[in-house]
C-alpha cells in the first residue's frame, strides 16, 4: 500500500511563501489531494490534480495564491503557497485518491499523511 509524507511546513510571515511535498512510497496513477485542518474546524479540500496533471482543482479561498503540481518521476506533489494569509494556519495534509479523478471529499481518498502544519503570523 502506498503511504505519503508530507514536508515544509513552518513558520512565515503573512504575504510570504511556502511550498509543501508530499513524497509516495511507491508510483500510484491517482489523483493526489491537499487538505487542511484549522485548530477547532473541520478538514476541507485545498487542491487536487490528476495522474497527468492535466486537470487541477483549488478551494475558492485558495484560487489564484497556491499552485499544485507533481512530478510523477519522483512520485512527489507539491503545494505552492504564496500571499498566504493568517486564515491560512492549518496542518496541511496530503492525501492519495482511490482513482485517478478529481474529488473534493475526503472520504474519497483512502491514503492520508500525518500532516505538516503551517503557521502564518499576522
Known amino acids: 500500500q502506498v503511504q505519503v509524507v508530507e514536508s515544509g511546513g513552518g513558520l512565515v510571515q503573512a504575504g510570504g511563501s511556502l511550498r509543501l511535498s508530499c513524497a509516495a512510497s511507491?508510483?500510484?496513477?491517482?489523483?493526489m489531494g491537499w487538505f487542511r485542518q484549522a485548530p477547532g474546524k473541520e478538514r476541507e479540500f485545498v487542491a487536487a490534480?490528476?495522474?497527468?496533471?492535466?486537470?487541477?482543482a483549488y478551494a475558492d479561498s485558495v484560487k489564484g495564491r497556491f499552485a499544485i503540481s507533481r512530478d510523477n518521476a519522483k512520485n512527489t506533489v507539491y503545494l505552492q503557497m504564496n500571499s498566504l494569509k493568517h486564515e491560512d494556519t492549518a496542518v496541511y495534509y496530503c492525501?492519495?485518491?482511490?482513482?485517478?479523478?478529481?474529488?473534493?471529499?475526503?472520504?474519497?481518498?483512502?491514503?492520508w499523511g500525518q500532516g505538516t502544519q503551517v503557521t502564518v503570523s499576522s
Open positions: 492525501a492519495a485518491a482511490g482513482t485517478d479523478g478529481i474529488t473534493v471529499t475526503p472520504t474519497m481518498y483512502p491514503i
Open positions: 511507491k508510483r500510484s496513477r491517482a489523483a
Open positions: 490534480i490528476t495522474w497527468s496533471g492535466s486537470s487541477t
